[in-house]
């Protein structure tokens, strides 16, 4: 870890090493000037510039108390590795990261997304989620339709459409189950050719061709919500520890239903307080050290339709101020604009002083 100068720190001053993770969106420059920042306040506080992809990189962070990292990259792949590292950063190696494992486990997977605010109880848009393809095609047939259906990772929109009717649903199911369809092939007794000449004019052959050549498992997965009518935006609140919060509105692309990665900010709209209230409660109960969270509404009322770590600090930066939890039921505002790394920070050290005292997250 590579520290600013040496200072003399006063006998009984709390020193608090920083670890700040490089990334290619420049996170950590605004990490850094954050903690710079700070200093004159909280004089104990040394910090150093590290890089987490390298190979030294447990040797890098070994003298820090707390590691801060925004991971630069998205996608399955990726995120594996993340949740990897900052496993091992927590439970190994025993330091306070943000964001750290609670945040991250669920990363890049809407199912599992799905299992944490179906577990709270929290209003959300109906989903269902499966690996199985009988149950889905069945679903498939009690379906009221629209349905929304998306991968299990991506942002911004990506691979998220409508589904109008239950043909087209049940033709997405045989392509993304395509490897178990094949196997069942097997049980008729035919040759690996028989199999292969009956595949040919099947919706779901070729898709079956190229996750084989790709080398993938037989598994599918089926992912989609329920159609919520009447929202022209979602509401997007981000929340950083129990203790932070922000919101602005999202409108949707012209003709379309969806807002994400619409680039359409809406920041004079009023934020509803019960909005921030609900997603601090939610990072409190889980650990969570940031989430943005998007929400739709019915009636009024307010659902929870998708949740990241992952956002950009430019739209967050674009608010006018930021939000306080004082006490239940109370936000205290705090205007001016404000890079989110800034209030990442400011948690970061508030967790680091809890996990001093001994207190798990979410406590």
Not at 260 to 267: E, F, H, N, W
Not at 336 to 358: M, S
């Amino acid at each position: 870890m590579r520290h600013r100068p040496h200072r003399v720190f006063q006998q009984g001053e709390l020193i608090l090493k920083i670890a700040i993770g490089t990334d290619r969106g420049g996170w950590h420059n605004r990490f850094a000037e954050a903690v710079a920042n700070r200093i004159p306040c909280r004089p104990g506080l040394e910090y150093g510039i590290v890089n987490l992809d390298r190979s030294d990189w447990v040797g890098s962070v070994a003298d820090a108390d707390l590691v801060i990292w925004k991971p630069p990259y998205m996608g399955h792949e990726f995120a594996g590795y993340v949740k990897e590292k900052i496993y091992f950063l927590e439970r190994h190696l025993g330091k306070t990261v943000v964001p750290g494992f609670e945040t991250v486990w669920h990363f890049e997977s809407k199912a599992a997304q799905s299992y944490l605010l179906s577990l709270a109880g929290t209003p959300s848009p109906r989903t269902f989620v499966s690996f199985d393809y009988d149950e889905s095609d069945g679903q498939a047939g009690r379906e009221e339709y629209p349905v929304v259906l998306k991968s299990s990772a991506g942002a911004g929109s990506v691979n998220v459409r409508a589904i109008r009717n239950r043909d087209d649903l049940l033709g997405f199911l045989r392509r993304t189950f395509s490897l178990t369809l094949w196997d069942r092939t097997a049980a008729s007794g035919a040759g690996r050719l028989s199999r292969l000449v009956s595949g040919f004019g099947r919706d779901w052959f070729s898709d079956f061709l190229r996750r084989r050549r790709r080398g993938e498992q037989p598994f599918g997965m089926a992912y989609w919500q329920e159609f919520i009518p009447g929202n022209d935006a979602d509401l997007r609140i981000t929340a950083i520890g129990d203790r932070f919060a922000t919101g602005f509105w999202r409108r949707n692309r012209p003709g379309d239903f969806r807002a994400s990665g619409s680039g359409r900010l809406d920041y004079d709209t009023p934020v509803p307080h019960e909005a921030m209230l609900m997603c601090l409660d939610l990072n409190k109960r889980f650990g969570f050290d940031s989430m943005a969270y998007d929400i739709l509404f019915r009636d009024g009322d307010m659902l929870i339709s998708e949740m990241s770590y992952g956002y950009s600090d430019v739209a967050v930066h674009g608010v006018a101020g930021y939000w306080v939890f004082e006490s239940p039921g109370s936000l205290k505002f705090v205007p001016g604009h404000t890079w989110p790394q800034e209030l990442w920070v400011d948690w970061a050290l508030i967790k680091a002083g809890r996990a001093a005292e001994g207190h798990a997250p979410g406590e």
